[in-house]
């Protein structure tokens, strides 16, 4: 196994199969290339509930499980006070008043109702504003590519803009799409897969997340890739939620552009 720059142990020796960093050693073709991302933060080292890998940031690298996300914990049952009085043995017991008749018991909840009632989290069907058709558009960006090439200096020059992209679109649907690229050995298979070909050496393995909201519509998030997520030009810190709009451009990597639309 090789070990990347950002300590991640690689089943690739060019580049990092887990974050996408170029590996010390490999040949400068592959280097990653784009804007340097914002400092990632810490995070102690909890086990995902549903997978069991370490975190790493706020989703599972290996799953995509959302660390963030609502949690429900049962309540334990209140204990029943005894309200029976101690009684000595041998003690004359005086009758008492009678007892009162218990109260006649409730009706039984309608059952339209009962199945009316929530439970568990509520999905993105039960949102209660109307649900919009959005759709993300995947293609090649020739300005954000010369952008990049420019801060990147000799090193990002071996990364080249590619002869041809084929665009493709993804419908955005259930409460989160996963951006970033296919990793057998981690068994993560991204919603939006930009594996390639052409394959952009700047993307990690789980780059960003689109995450449906209340409202209807979706957010970006990036949770601490490589080389950064940029929204309509201005990149976003690590674990901020960006609310995105019909047109909105996600910038990521060394020249991939994913646009949204809305309806």
Same mark, same amino acid.
């Given at each position: 196994?090789?070990?990347?720059?950002? /300590? *991640?142990?690689?089943?690739? @020796?060019? #580049?990092?199969?887990?974050?996408?960093?170029? %590996?010390? !050693?490999?040949? &400068? &073709?592959?280097?990653?290339?784009?804007?340097?991302?914002?400092?990632?933060?810490?995070?102690?080292?909890?086990?995902?509930?549903?997978?069991?890998? =370490?975190?790493?940031?706020? #989703?599972?690298?290996?799953c995509g499980f959302n660390f963030a996300g609502p949690r429900f914990t049962p309540s334990p049952p209140p204990a029943l006070a005894s309200t029976i009085p101690p009684v000595s043995v041998g003690a004359p017991v005086s009758p008492g008043p009678p007892a009162p008749s218990a109260p006649p018991a409730p009706p039984a909840p309608p059952a339209e109702a009962a199945a009316s009632?929530?439970? /568990?989290?509520?999905?993105?069907?039960?949102?209660?504003?109307?649900?919009?058709?959005?759709t993300a558009v995947v293609g090649a960006d020739r300005a954000y590519y010369e952008q990049?090439?420019?801060?990147?200096?000799?090193?990002? &020059?071996?990364? =080249? #803009?590619?002869?041809?992209?084929?665009?493709?679109? #993804?419908?955005?649907? /259930?409460?989160?799409?996963?951006?970033g690229r296919r990793s057998v050995s981690r068994g993560l298979s991204p919603e939006i897969d930009l594996t390639g070909p052409p394959a952009d050496p700047g993307i990690s393995r789980l780059h960003a997340?689109?995450?449906?909201?209340? @409202?209807?519509?979706?957010?970006?998030?990036?949770? /601490?890739?490589?080389? !950064?997520?940029?929204?309509?030009?201005?990149? %976003?810190?690590? !674990? @901020?939620?960006?609310?995105? *709009? @019909?047109?909105?451009?996600?910038n990521l990597g060394a020249w991939t552009a994913i646009t949204v639309h809305r309806g």
């Amino acid at each position: 196994m090789a070990a990347c720059p950002n /300590g *991640h142990d690689s089943a690739s @020796d060019d #580049f990092c199969d887990i974050c996408g960093m170029r %590996i010390a !050693g490999a040949p &400068a &073709a592959g280097a990653p290339a784009g804007p340097p991302a914002a400092g990632a933060p810490a995070y102690a080292a909890e086990p995902c509930p549903r997978c069991g890998a =370490t975190r790493t940031g706020q #989703f599972c690298e290996s799953c995509g499980f959302n660390f963030a996300g609502p949690r429900f914990t049962p309540s334990p049952p209140p204990a029943l006070a005894s309200t029976i009085p101690p009684v000595s043995v041998g003690a004359p017991v005086s009758p008492g008043p009678p007892a009162p008749s218990a109260p006649p018991a409730p009706p039984a909840p309608p059952a339209e109702a009962a199945a009316s009632a929530p439970s /568990g989290p509520p999905s993105r069907s039960s949102f209660p504003y109307p649900q919009a058709t959005w759709t993300a558009v995947v293609g090649a960006d020739r300005a954000y590519y010369e952008q990049v090439q420019a801060v990147t200096g000799p090193e990002g &020059a071996a990364v =080249t #803009f590619p002869s041809y992209c084929a665009e493709r679109r #993804f419908q955005l649907v /259930g409460n989160q799409m996963r951006i970033g690229r296919r990793s057998v050995s981690r068994g993560l298979s991204p919603e939006i897969d930009l594996t390639g070909p052409p394959a952009d050496p700047g993307i990690s393995r789980l780059h960003a997340v689109l995450v449906a909201t209340p @409202d209807g519509n979706w957010a970006v998030l990036d949770p /601490g890739s490589a080389n !950064g997520t940029l929204v309509n030009g201005a990149e %976003i810190g690590v !674990g @901020d939620q960006v609310p995105l *709009h @019909d047109g909105d451009r996600i910038n990521l990597g060394a020249w991939t552009a994913i646009t949204v639309h809305r309806g």
